[in-house]
């Protein structure tokens, strides 16, 4: 996979210009990179902020031979390759937390978001859009996240030019990505569980707690609960508590 990264100054959400291209028929391997989005989304339609000029705000444009319920693993695979880019940099190796965040320090470092289009019964495309948090200080942040969220700048002290970190990202991306199109996807779980934060924690979600047990191949999570049942997540959020 070689690359074509196209850099805005400021855009509404790089996932719509990237969506715009594909819908246009744009090849794969287009990546749209913003200076300053003022429509950021995240997951579950929540806000997205990045500082302008401080972070990453990044959207892949993915023509994957997978199958629709397949298409997390594309996220997870995203993730790993956040982690790999920003862990020679940093004291603490990253990590990730299901289903799609990077964490430095046991905080959010980055977050994923995958959006898919599926013709029939096949994946038409993925933008596949990578926010990271690149050069921004706590004072940044909203007080509210102060506790929650961090930056690679946060640990390593110094300043790290947004290009050549978007350019190391898809380097990284890339190597993932094109094992995918050779091996198959069965590689992608087992390494994401290899960085993963929480396998073996105990993990809540809505009052019901379960211990971590792993990821199945379509990138839902196993809680193993008290009674020795196994509930599976295919989305959402689950917070670590103590046992
Ligand atoms: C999340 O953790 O909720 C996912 C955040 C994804 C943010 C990125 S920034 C680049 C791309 N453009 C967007 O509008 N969102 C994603």
């Known amino acids: 996979m070689s690359w074509r990264l196209i850099i805005h100054d400021r855009v509404g959400s790089t996932q719509d210009v990237a969506k715009k291209l594909a819908v246009a028929g744009e090849p794969e391997g287009v990546a749209i990179m913003a200076l300053q989005q003022t429509t950021g989304r995240g997951r579950k339609g929540r806000k997205w902020e990045s500082g302008a000029s401080k972070d990453l705000a990044l959207s892949l444009l993915l023509r994957p031979d997978v199958p629709p319920w397949r298409s997390p693993l594309l996220g997870f695979l995203a993730a790993v390759a956040v982690a790999r880019t920003i862990t020679p940099l940093i004291p603490r190796p990253a990590q990730v937390r299901w289903p799609n965040d990077v964490l430095v320090e046991g905080k959010k470092v980055a977050g994923i978001l995958a959006e898919g289009t599926v013709q029939g019964d096949a994946l038409r495309f993925v933008i596949l859009g990578v926010g990271l948090n690149v050069n921004s ?91 020795g049942s196994v509930m599976v997540l295919s989305s959402g959020e689950v917070f670590p508590v103590d046992r």
């Open 137 to 227: 200080t706590l004072e940044d942040f909203p007080p509210e996240l102060h506790d929650r969220a961090i930056s690679v700048f946060m640990v390593r002290g110094q300043i790290w030019d947004l290009q050549a970190a978007a350019n190391s990202f898809l380097r990284e991306f890339a190597l993932l990505y094109d094992e995918m199109r050779i091996q198959g996807t069965a590689f992608i779980v087992p390494l994401w569980e290899s960085l993963w934060a929480h396998r073996g924690a105990i993990l809540e979600r809505d009052g019901v707690k379960g211990v971590a047990e792993g990821i199945n191949p379509d990138g839902s999570l196993r809680l193993k609960l008290d009674d």
